[in-house]
Nanobody, 123 residues
């Protein structure tokens, strides 16, 4: 199983970035994909989840209305569209896969993790 996160970079405040997570070895019909982030000196925090199957989505309050998570089951790819980025969004972003979406959201737990991609929001 491999999760490959990509798309990070440097963006100015108010800008947008799109992160991608390509999963191999797991089916998005079975596994939910969560996005997490970890800012320097802080604990890792849950950001959003797209559930398995038809893919209902969930967001942390800090990103709801600015971030959109979507997926393409046929391509085994999950996208996190991040808009109106602010300096406090700066972090390493990780995608993770687990069959239990509740474990992802409330336990910060996932069976498989990607390597992370750095997002820096700065002028």
């Amino acid at each position: 199983v491999q999760l490959q996160a990509s798309g990070g970079g440097l963006v100015q405040p108010g800008g947008s970035l799109r992160l991608s997570c390509t999963a191999s070895g797991v089916s998005l019909d079975v596994y939910s994909i969560g996005w997490f982030r970890q800012a320097p000196g802080k604990e890792r925090e849950w950001v959003a989840t797209v559930r398995s199957g038809d893919g209902p989505t969930e967001y942390d309050d800090s990103v709801r209305g600015r971030f959109v998570v979507s997926k393409d089951n046929t391509k085994n790819t999950v996208t996190l569209q991040m808009n109106s980025l602010q300096p406090w969004d700066t972090a390493v972003y990780y995608c993770a896969a687990d069959q239990g979406y509740l474990r992802i959201r409330y336990g910060g737990y996932a069976e498989y993790w990607g390597q992370g991609t750095l997002v820096t929001v700065s002028s």
